[in-house]
């Protein structure tokens, strides 16, 4: 089981240089397993940032999709990685699982 911590931003321009926004709309953590599962009270809307941290390996994917291992988006343990939500995922479910 791991821990994938969560926030959610506004998208901002600054210079050419895109990056979050500094007023967080929501944040939480989730405990992850080796089954997927959607991530509680992670619904975000086009053009947020949704910043994730994971504790270990993980994949998670966007857009009310199921997730499995090699599908979705892999975060490496210990990374830091943010994603801007698409119009195609606006306002749906985030699901993750462990790599093991």
Not at 2 to 17: A, C, F, I, Q
Not at 65 to 85: K, M, N, P
Request: aromatic share 4%.
């Amino acid at each position: 089981m791991g821990t994938l911590n969560w926030t959610v931003l506004p998208y901002s321009r600054d210079e050419n240089r895109n990056v979050p926004g500094t007023r967080d709309h929501a944040s939480n953590n989730h405990t992850t397993s080796t089954s997927a599962a959607a991530i509680t009270g992670l619904v975000p809307q086009k053009g947020q940032v949704v910043r994730m941290q994971a504790s270990e390996d993980m994949w998670v994917r966007f857009g009310g999709r199921t997730v499995a291992v090699g599908t979705g988006l892999h975060i490496a343990s210990g990374q830091t990685a943010d994603f801007e939500v698409s119009e195609l995922d606006d306002n749906l479910a985030v699901q993750a699982i462990d790599v093991s």
